[in-house]
T-cell receptor
Framework: DQQVKQNSPSLSVQEGRISILNCDYT??????FLWYKKYPAEGPTFLIS?????DKNEDGRFTVFLNKSAKHLSLHIVPSQPGDSAVYFC???????????FGKGTKLSVKP | GAVVSQHPSRVICKSGTSVKIECRSL??????MFWYRQFPKKSLMLMAT?????????EQGVEKDKFLINHASLTLSTLTVTSAHPEDSSFYIC?????????????FGQGTRLTVV
């Protein structure tokens, strides 16, 4: 049973437009969420995180929104650039030792 | 930011042999490291949690005798795939979090692509 879900396996966006990547979770005890970017055959790279005490966190072109009542978070990238093309993973901190629980990822393609 | 180094990045081995993957935190101490495995077009799945100086905690379905984990110091954890089979071919990634900073980003190694022939 997946606790972190990314229901869109892929997303295609035109350069300069906004990319919106969505993530849902089922466990209301999760209180810290992270987004990672991953290129093929490389480890994930941290992008941005958000604590459950906030509903928004912004870092440059990246903004993460958290809706606790809906158990939903989203990553907005604006403006999108071709170099943003990668797989984006949503993760929640879970487990007694703080391991990450990942969604299946969304492959973002930004077309020039 | 903090750096986690994983080595080797790619390895090909014969069936029946063992392969060791190293994961080092370069500029911070990590009492806990995590080992993940990624199957094609799937998410990162936690295999085990490695604790410095104690036995690793394995996730359900992961064979502890096959995937040996040793966390000998605060900066090094190793994963040894013993008696490798072709179905062990996968992408293995380690992760570490800075000691005492539980609710912060976890840093990942570069990953190891294991191919068993």
């Amino acid at each position: 049973d997946q606790q972190v879900k990314q229901n869109s396996p892929s997303l295609s966006v035109q350069e300069g437009r906004i990319s919106i990547l969505n993530c849902d979770y089922t466990n209301s005890m999760f209180d810290y969420f992270l987004w990672y970017k991953k290129y093929p055959a490389e480890g994930p790279t941290f992008l941005i995180s958000i604590s459950s005490i906030k509903d928004k966190n912004e870092d440059g072109r990246f903004t993460v929104f958290l809706n606790k009542s809906a158990k939903h978070l989203s990553l907005h990238i604006v403006p999108s650039q071709p170099g943003d093309s990668a797989v984006y993973f949503c993760a929640a901190v879970g487990g007694s030792q703080g391991n990450l629980i990942f969604g299946k990822g969304t492959k973002l393609s930004v077309k020039p | 930011g903090a750096v986690v180094s994983q080595h080797p990045s790619r390895v090909i081995c014969k069936s029946g042999t063992s392969v060791k993957i190293e994961c080092r935190s370069l500029d911070f101490q990590a009492t806990t490291m995590f080992w993940y495995r990624q199957f094609p077009k799937k998410s990162l799945m936690l295999m085990a949690t490695s604790n410095e100086g104690s036995k690793a905690t394995y996730e359900q379905g992961v064979e502890k005798d096959k995937f040996l984990i040793n966390h000998a110091s605060l900066t090094l954890s190793t994963l040894t795939v013993t008696s490798a089979h072709p179905e062990d071919s996968s992408f293995y990634i380690c992760s570490a979090r800075d000691r005492g900073k539980m609710n912060t980003e976890a840093f990942f190694g570069q990953g190891t692509r294991l191919t068993v022939v």
